[in-house]
């Protein structure tokens, strides 16, 4: 199926910037849709934002959407997640998917932790 690749996270202080990419390769997913989950400490596996591959209609959960951007480089098959004015409470692991012919993929998870 498709296999996804996911980098950027890291440790960042409160109020900054951290921005995830994931890459996929493998099966063809036109029209497919791709995003991001989080797993945060304390709280069950949440939606972040999602992208389709074609037209670029984008979706963000109400806790993050005034601070993230989602957005897509289809050359490269690759989705980016520009994370701004970062607060503890984006602290988790994020996991990137992509979505299409029915089958839903989950990279490995990349760690964000934002330190008060």
């Known amino acids: 199926q498709v296999q996804l690749v996911e980098s950027g996270g890291g440790l960042v202080q409160a109020g900054g910037s951290l921005r995830l990419s994931c890459a996929a390769s493998g099966r063809a997913f036109s029209n497919s849709a791709m995003g991001w989950f989080r797993q945060t400490p304390g709280k069950e596996r949440e939606f972040v934002a999602s992208?389709?591959?074609?037209?670029?209609?984008?979706h963000y959960a109400d806790s993050v959407k005034d601070r993230f951007t989602i957005s897509s480089d289809n050359a490269k098959n690759t989705v980016y997640l520009q994370m701004n004015s970062l607060k503890p409470e984006d602290t988790g692991v994020y996991y990137c998917?992509?979505?299409?012919?029915?089958?839903?993929?989950w990279g490995q998870g990349t760690q964000v932790t934002v330190s008060s």
């Open positions: 992208i389709t591959w074609s037209g670029g209609s984008t």
């Open positions: 998917y992509v979505f299409s012919m029915g089958v839903r993929d």
